[in-house]
């Protein structure tokens, strides 16, 4: 069965994955004389630097998601389809989906990555990772039933259990998840739940290099590291955690600490897909891609952001895995396909490092750029007012504006709900957790 798509003379080319880096190449791709078939499984972008402030109830779902029909809808020339992909035949140039066969004359990977837990089992089915939209809605969830349980639970070393949360990775995720933790128990949780020692509430974070932020400045990793301090962060550094049985997390020098809550954001690991040569492959699970991002043994595959390893002299383990990389290797993939098309030149991919920041708490934030690094309260503001200006869409840049204004102004956040969405045919007590989505 083939998917119900036009023929229209035009090259088709289809995008799998509509994160930063195919979202860029989508909606350049548009302004040309080619047909553009964008598949995802969701039927929105999701801005995960984000992510972050829905499991801490700082913000809905609906704010950090935006509609792929509506930003297309407009453009005639490109075709949206919601549907996971299992496989490619890169014989016949075809894609196997649910809905049917996608043919394709220009294939481009741009479906991001995935949690990676480094093979540790047990982690992987306690922890709590927060790559998706619906993963931080389940920590949120999980974070908020935990004090509700803790309310009527009569062991002291059980409650601490509930209250207490281990964050590991000391990178910009789990350096602003400890931060808001940490906000949360200093000034909101205490109104909530006046009932319970806050006392016994322990944030953690692990991180197993010896500075969090790897990657930024020294001066904004230590600055970084005093700032979480200050909030009353427990840093772990040069440690790692290597067990966690759902009550205990266990460390490599063997400690032992009480917690039923572990937030994993310790690394990532390319999503990939069924069809494709070993040999194009790297150790690290990327795609090794040349200049223009054609992938490795192929004339007709693509792959940007995440998934892509362009090695270089300045980066010889390929870009960073982050938005700026994959948005300009899509904007300019979307040029080079064209050239490729008219049989003309194209152009070699440079990555224009615009430098890289991370919040910690209220007026407290890190900021690198390539001629300025600054830190505190000028550097917060900049930080909000970079990320409300990448986030689609004008509703939603105003929705984030009022939550974070109405935050700022009140010491306090107003979207702590417990969703329990229901499941037929079964009642049972864990239902709550139910929205968490691998």
């Known amino acids: 069965m083939f998917a119900n798509l036009p023929e229209t003379g035009q090259k088709r080319i289809v995008i799998i994955g509509a994160g930063f880096g195919g979202l860029a190449l989508a909606q350049k791709l548009c302004k040309y004389d080619v047909q553009v078939v964008l598949v995802d499984k969701n039927n929105y972008h999701q801005f ?16 950090i998601a935006f509609p792929l029909r509506k930003i297309f809808q407009h453009q005639k020339n490109i075709h949206v389809r919601i549907t996971p992909v299992h496989a ?38 306690n922890a ?15 974070v908020l039933q935990n004090f509700e349980d803790a309310l009527s639970e009569p062991s002291e070393e059980e409650q601490e259990g509930l209250m207490s949360v281990v964050v590991v990775g000391g990178g910009p995720t789990g350096v602003e998840v400890s931060g808001t933790l940490a906000e949360m128990k200093n000034i909101i949780l205490p109104k909530d739940y006046p009932e319970l020692d806050f006392n016994k509430m322990k944030i953690y974070l692990f991180q197993s290099s010896n500075g969090i932020l790897p990657g930024m400045s020294e001066q904004a990793s230590e600055k970084g590291a005093d700032y979480l301090e200050s909030l009353g962060v427990t840093l772990r550094l040069g440690e790692r955690v290597s067990d966690f049985d759902g009550t205990h997390v266990i460390t490599n020098k063997g400690d032992k600490i009480r917690t039923n809550n572990v937030v994993w954001a310790a690394g990532v690991r390319s999503n990939s897909i069924d069809g494709l040569e070993a040999e194009s492959f790297a150790r690290n699970g990327r795609l090794m891609v040349n200049e223009i ?3 490795k043994g192929y004339e007709d595959i693509f792959a940007v952001g995440d998934q892509a390893m362009m090695v270089s002299e300045k980066y010889p383990y390929g870009h960073p895995q982050m938005a700026q990389p994959a948005i ?9 396909l064209y050239q490729l098309i008219k049989g003309e030149q194209t152009k ?9 920041m991370a919040t910690v708490g209220r007026h ?5 750029l390539p001629f300025w690094r600054f830190q505190g309260g000028f550097a917060w503001l900049v930080w909000m007012f970079v990320h409300l200006m990448a986030i689609l869409g004008l509703k939603n840049k105003v929705l984030v504006f009022i939550n974070w204004l109405w935050n ?26 139910s929205s968490k989505v691998n």
């Open 128 to 142: 709590m990772p927060m790559k998706t939209v619906s993963e931080a809605i389940y920590l949120r969830n999980r």
């Open 348 to 356: 070699a991919f440079e990555y224009k490092d615009l430098g890289a």
């Open 88 to 125: 490619v035949d890169t014989t016949i140039k075809q894609l196997k989906t649910d809905i049917g066969v996608i043919n394709y004359d220009y294939l481009v990977l741009a479906m991001g990555a995935d949690t990676n837990y480094y093979g540790m089992e047990n982690i992987m089915k």
């Open 293 to 295: 991002n054609l992938v």
């Open 48 to 63: 995960q630097p984000l992510f972050y402030q829905v499991a801490m109830a700082g913000l809905e779902p609906s704010s």
């Open 328 to 336: 300009q290797q899509g904007e300019l993939l979307a040029k080079n």
């Open 408 to 433: 700022y102004i009140t010491y306090d956040q107003s979207l702590r709900l417990i969703i329990k969405p229901k499941l037929f045919g079964k009642k049972t007590k864990t239902n709550i957790y």
């Open 364 to 368: 407290l934030a890190v900021v690198d």
